[in-house]
């Protein structure tokens, strides 16, 4: 964390001389920055890399399930074969019965098992993306900062539209925005954890 805070001492002392003019021009004023949060997960290669291995793990699950359930209709046909109420009907209606269960079981457990590694990413990775914001924040003695969505409206998308009128940030100064800043802390956040790549400028 000693290193984290080095880092982004250096950063925010670089961008102070930027920011601090355009946030409030009053000493006593609020001090006032925006920060896009959706675009970070959207867009850091970090945490673009870890989403793609858990995407990754789904993928090779998805192929081991094809070959699981294969093995179950094969079963099933099998079954189809011996005559209902004989032994080997029974056994192996009994071992369809198995399979189908131990299946299902299995696809539970890997559904659970992503969902948290998913949770995971975004849980982790914003409580560092607030550690940025909060400590930049401070250096800049930057009062509040909000959560906007630089995302266009697209006209022809329904969803897209109602996201647009719904931005609590009708309007910005771009000097305002702490985006690029908080995206360079979270490169060496994740530099430290071991698990991250350096982030394309904004």
Known sequence: MRLIEKSAIVMAIAVVSVMAPSVASAQDATRVAIVDVAYIFKNHPGI???VTKVEGDLKRYDT???????QLKLAAEKLKTFTPGSPDYSAQEEQVASMESKLRL???RKRKELADAEAKIYFDNYQQIAAGVKFLAEHNKINLVLRYNSEEMNQ???DSVIRGVMKNVVFHDDSLNMT???????DRALKVAGNGAPATQR
Not at 180 to 186: A, E, F, R, S, T
């Open 48 to 50: 673009k890399a870890q």
């Open 64 to 70: 081991e399930l094809k070959a699981k359930r294969d």
């Open 106 to 108: 299995d696809m539970a």
């Open 156 to 158: 022809g998308q329904g």
């Open 180 to 186: 690029p800043i908080v995206m360079q802390y979270l």
